[in-house]
């Protein structure tokens, strides 16, 4: 049930990962391209030997079956082609988007956590693909947060406890090395 006044995540931009959805629709036209050329040349090599009869106008004509059709085949293979490419376009980019999406999300996420940012965690929307990623990274995301909330704890406890013994010259050795570890989890940002 959706919250009083809160709106879906919805995204306005479609062409998220440009040069993955360009891809992916070319790759679709040039199947279309190919399958178009295939079947058209695969109907002139059927009707190669055979005649077909017909009026042209007000005249009767006999001529060989790939002459006869050769014009209407491609104007028919060209507005169907057209109309197929187009339309397939759309589905694609609508398609590629559910997939283009969640990759933009991941890739966000691992550039913050190399900068030492584990408090966020991917979000999907409900018709995105690969949620099972978003789950295993989410998964994986809480576990190293937990970790390094425990060192840091576990860090601090040292400090304190060395800084009782302050006076001790080989509890400063300690201190210092704790401190420096205490600066490097430091960089680690968590919940």
Known sequence: MKAFGKK????????IKKSFQTKFILGFIFLLLVEALFITGLFMHMS?????TGYSGSHFVIER???F????????????????????SVIFVLLSHRIAGPLF???????????????GRVKLRKAD????????????????????????RATGEADD?????????????????????KDKIAFFKTS
């Not at 104007?75 to 197929?84: C, D, E, F, P, Q």
């Open 161 to 181: 406890f060395a800084g009782r013994y302050a006076n001790d010259a080989h509890v400063k050795e300690v201190k210092d090395a704790i401190s420096k570890i």
């Open 48 to 52: 190669g030997e055979t005649l077909t």
């Open 129 to 152: 693909q690969l949620k099972e990623m978003q789950t295993a990274l989410n998964k994986a995301l809480d576990a190293i947060d937990s970790r390094l909330k425990e060192v840091k």
């Open 8 to 15: 879906p995540m919805m995204r306005k931009n479609y062409f």
């Open 69 to 88: 059709f050769v014009a209407s085949f491609a104007i028919i293979a060209l507005v169907v082609g057209t109309a197929m490419a187009l339309a397939g």
């Open 105 to 119: 999300r991941f890739e966000k996420t691992l550039g913050e956590m190399a900068e030492g940012n584990f408090v």
């Open 65 to 67: 079956t790939s002459s």
